[in-house]
């Protein structure tokens, strides 16, 4: 579109909000009228629309004044012809039938697409047309400069014109471009008309153009043609029209966006928001005192709270304030330890309470607040803690983000920035592809439970070294049984063999960590681990008072040493958004306005209606769909035993497990108590299959103590067995982990039961793929996958 359109029109918006500004009208509308749904501050060309949608921020213009791409460019840019997809609309004109689809409103916000943000209309014709069709939508624009005059007319117009089949045709090509407009769609958002609403909406206008309208519009319209400049001259006329045509559908949608609204998330917390907080950041890199310095202000406050990543770091502060003399108690998921006359707690940082006064919290592994799943925990925990001063233990990737909320908050931020205790020095050696060169106080990371045990069978078959194993799935009980065996000099367990489960803020007497590979699985494909994550993990190596203040860090193969030299050299990224998820009651709000909607579905609406904040997303919440989906089936249940149970830490991938969690949420929707009915094994492993059932079978208990710390006890009766169960069973995991020396089976073999001979260590061919694939990127030549034996 010409500039010289996008003034006009820009000025005739102008008008529009100064009418609706100045009109006392416009303040003393009855409740039902659409335009007092709409704020004012909508009409204020200071205050863009700003309805956050997940997908981006920023997206609504103020009818004309936001930033929406398509308009702005009107005005400011190449007249917002820069991008076409009008084949992406997935509804025309005329769909009246489909106006709602099974689901009522739900769908009406949700499904705008990326592409059809992009300005649609933007295919105007080349050439001579596009000349003429401009100078024919200037010519329009400037004799109907004031759209809401022009409305008026229209309705007060009782006289059809009559047209001409040619004339006809091109009305209803305009009103099928308008409503494949992405930009009309998007605008139309902000006075609350919804995706799959828009279609009926337009039709219904087209309807009323064409009874209403006088021949000379309708010509100097067919003038400008199915244009974008058509759909920008008609639009203002079209908002007239939805707000006095659809006053129930704009505030049934309202409503439902509104139910879903996440922004402002400081406000959520208003007891914390009525302290003056002091916010104490201590920033830096791994093994350089953040935590030490954090939990020295914590043990000497009269109360004090410090929230933890893991259960197991939790309970390694539990254990040392306490050996320290200071009371604290142990909250996690599943366990409540209260220590009597205790006025600190250690717990991870889902269970923060944000009802209870300290005068000192402490908040490790702040940059978590970025975790795609989890970083709500963190984010609800800076927030909403009610503490005199909050200590931030974390890198620097959040720390802008966190000045941010503070400004925000209005809490005093005072940043306290660490250096290492002594550099972290890179072997240029490596391990040669060997494994016969690990060495005493080597941790080998792997990011696999197969590699794990396999790099840990081959270690012990072929040196003399013993390795202690931690991964995920492992109780923290048991990883902290294997961490107190390497830690110990007594012992022949010198070389740990670990995934990145050790990243995180512990503790070991590592000398140094050698990556088997820096790749790993995400579920999806195997990719490159993050630089981020590489520089937690190699951090492990040298802690301060430990047997190896002076950590060095390598890789098996010298391939791989440019991506950790890459690693460890580059600079934390800024995160941008932090994590947020809502309460119960937030969902139940929204659940509200949608009723009888499957919960699954509920979350995933809920998902792309809500508005945030352009420094926050929506946590990433797939596994509790999962869940969702598979409870859909139990009656009975109401939407807050839903939450929780699909809350609930399983592993959807372990069927097993998730047989369980379906079978306690059943006999619970039915009033009974639930009962783990699981036998106990008697003997720690012998096999690897045998060492996954007890992981499963502990994940069970371990869901059981959980589900019994959020319903009541007569449902969940049995703890004091489980809780001896689960005792027991992480004591089975410890011994087998000693005791295991089997060799892995390949799937194949699983399935058929049957073993191949013994050939030695191998690497798994996966591994092998992905290096001999780099080796071919690299150096442009195929190899045949070589056995590397060792
Ligand atoms: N001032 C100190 N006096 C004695 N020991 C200290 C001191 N500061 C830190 N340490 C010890 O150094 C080790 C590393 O410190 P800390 O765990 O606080 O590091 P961090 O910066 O939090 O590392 P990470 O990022 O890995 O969590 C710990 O064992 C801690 O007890
Ligand atoms: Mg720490």
């Known amino acids: 579109m010409a500039r010289g359109v996008g003034g006009v029109l820009r000025r005739a918006y102008a008008s529009r909000v100064r009418i609706l500004l100045s009109t006392r009208k416009f303040h003393t509308f009855r409740e039902t009228d659409c335009r007092s749904l709409v704020p004012t501050s909508?009409?204020?060309?200071?205050?863009?629309?700003?309805?956050?949608?997940?997908?981006?921020?920023?997206?609504?213009?103020?009818?004309?004044?936001?930033?929406?791409?398509?308009?702005?460019?009107?005005?400011?840019?190449?007249?917002?012809?820069?991008?076409?997809?009008?084949?992406?609309?997935?509804?025309?004109?005329?769909?009246?039938?489909?106006?709602?689809?099974?689901?009522?409103?739900?769908?009406?916000?949700?499904?705008?697409?990326?592409?059809?943000?992009?300005?649609?209309?933007?295919?105007?014709?080349?050439?001579?047309?596009?000349?003429?069709?401009?100078?024919?939508?200037?010519?329009?624009?400037?004799?109907?400069h004031d759209r809401v005059e022009l409305y008026r007319e229209l309705k007060g117009n009782e006289v059809r014109s009559k047209l001409q089949r040619s004339e006809w045709d091109t009305i209803h090509e305009i009103f099928g471009f308008f409503t494949q407009s992405g930009w009309a769609a998007n605008q139309a958002l902000a006075i609350y008309i919804g995706k799959s609403f828009f279609p009926t909406a337009v039709s219904k206008f087209r309807d009323f153009f064409l009874e209403k309208c006088k021949i000379e519009v309708v010509q100097d319209l067919v003038r400008v043609g199915p244009t974008d400049a058509a759909v920008r001259f008609l639009f203002p006329v079209f908002v007239e029209f939805c707000i006095e045509e659809f006053p129930d559908e704009i505030k049934r949608f309202k409503s439902v966006v509104e139910s879903a609204d996440l922004t402002k998330p400081a406000t959520w917390f208003p007891f914390a928001r009525a302290m003056k907080r002091k916010i104490v950041y201590h920033c830096g890199p791994t093994n350089s005192g953040k935590t030490y310095n954090a939990l020295q202000r914590f043990m000497e406050a009269k109360n004090g709270l410090y929230c933890s990543p893991l259960r197991l770091l939790a309970m390694e502060v539990f254990d040392k304030v306490n050996a320290l003399g200071i009371y604290c108690s142990l909250l996690t998921g599943q366990e409540k330890k209260h220590v009597p006359f205790s006025r600190h707690v250690s717990c991870t940082v889902e269970m923060v309470s944000t009802d209870e006064l300290y005068e000192v919290a402490v908040i490790d592994e702040i940059q978590m607040?970025?975790?795609?799943?989890?970083?709500?925990?963190?984010?609800?925990?800076?927030?909403?803690?009610?503490?005199?001063?909050?200590h931030l233990c974390g890198d620097p990737s959040v720390?802008?983000?966190?000045?941010?909320?503070?400004?925000?908050?209005?809490?005093?931020?005072?940043?306290?920035?660490?250096?290492?205790?002594?550099?972290?020095?890179?072997?240029?050696?490596?391990?040669?592809?060997?494994?016969?060169?690990?060495?005493?106080?080597?941790?080998?990371?792997?990011?696999?439970?197969?590699?794990?045990?396999?790099?840990?069978?081959?270690i012990e078959k072929h040196t003399n070294h013993r390795c202690c194993v931690i991964y995920g799935a492992l109780p923290p009980e048991t990883r902290r049984q294997q961490a107190n065996l390497f830690n110990d000099q007594e012992n022949e367990y010198d070389v740990l063999v670990a995934s990145d489960a050790v990243g995180m803020g512990l503790n070991l007497n590592i000398r140094r960590v050698v990556f088997y590979s820096l790749s790993k699985y995400n579920g999806d494909k195997v990719v490159p681990v993050p630089a981020s994550q590489v520089k937690q993990i190699a951090g492990r190596a040298g802690r301060r008072g430990s047997r190896y203040p002076d950590g060095l860090t390598t890789t098996l193969h010298l391939e791989d040493l440019t991506y950790l030299i890459e690693c460890l050299q580059q600079p934390f990224d800024e995160v941008k958004k932090v994590g947020l998820f809502p309460f119960f009651e937030q969902i139940e709000l929204f659940a509200a306005k949608v009723p009888d909607m499957a919960f699954s579905k509920l979350l995933e609406h809920f998902g792309k209606?809500?508005?945030?904040?352009?420094?926050?997303?929506?946590?990433?919440?797939?596994?509790?769909?999962?869940?969702?989906?598979?409870?859909?089936?139990?009656?009975?249940l109401s939407l807050e035993d839903r939450f929780n149970f699909c809350f609930a830490p399983v592993n959807i991938r372990n069927p097993k497990a998730m047989y369980h969690l379906y079978r306690f949420a059943s006999t619970y929707s039915q009033d009974m108590p639930v009962n783990v009915a699981m036998g106990m094994p008697k003997s720690s492993a012998r096999n690897d299959t045998e060492l996954l059932d007890l992981e499963s079978r502990h994940q069970v208990l371990s869901m059981y103590l959980w589900l019994s710390n959020q319903f009541e006890e007569k449902n969940f009766p049995f703890v004091e067995k489980v809780e001896a169960m689960a005792t027991n069973i992480a004591e089975l995991l410890g011994e087998s982990l000693t005791k295991a020396s089997w060799k892995m089976e390949t799937k194949e073999e699983i399935i058929k039961g049957q073993k191949k001979e013994d050939r030695g260590y191998e690497r798994p061919s996966s591994l092998i793929k992905l290096v001999n694939k780099r080796k071919e990127e690299k150096f442009g030549v195929k190899e045949n996958p070589k056995k590397v034996t060792t």
């Open 42 to 144: 909508r009409f204020s060309s200071d205050n863009p629309v700003r309805i956050h949608l997940p997908w981006n921020d920023y997206r609504f213009g103020c009818f004309g004044f936001g930033k929406v791409r398509g308009f702005s460019s009107t005005v400011d840019n190449n007249g917002g012809n820069d991008e076409s997809d009008t084949e992406d609309c997935e509804e025309s004109l005329g769909s009246e039938s489909e106006d709602y689809d099974e689901e009522g409103v739900i769908n009406e916000l949700g499904d705008v697409d990326e592409s059809l943000v992009n300005d649609s209309a933007s295919s105007e014709t080349d050439g001579n047309n596009s000349v003429e069709s401009s100078e024919a939508a200037r010519a329009l624009d400037a004799r109907y």
């Open 369 to 390: 607040m970025a975790d795609p799943s989890r970083g709500h925990a963190w984010t609800k925990a800076l927030l909403g803690l009610k503490a005199d001063e909050i």
């Open 399 to 458: 720390l802008e983000i966190v000045r941010k909320i503070c400004a925000d908050t209005g809490d005093e931020l005072v940043e306290e920035h660490y250096e290492r205790f002594k550099p972290l020095v890179v072997e240029a050696k490596t391990l040669l592809g060997d494994l016969k060169n690990v060495k005493s106080g080597d941790c080998v990371v792997a990011f696999s439970r197969r590699e794990i045990f396999e790099v840990k069978m081959a």
């Open 609 to 636: 209606h809500c508005r945030l904040d352009g420094s926050y997303f929506l946590c990433r919440h797939d596994h509790v769909k999962k869940v969702a989906n598979m409870l859909e089936k139990v009656e009975g």
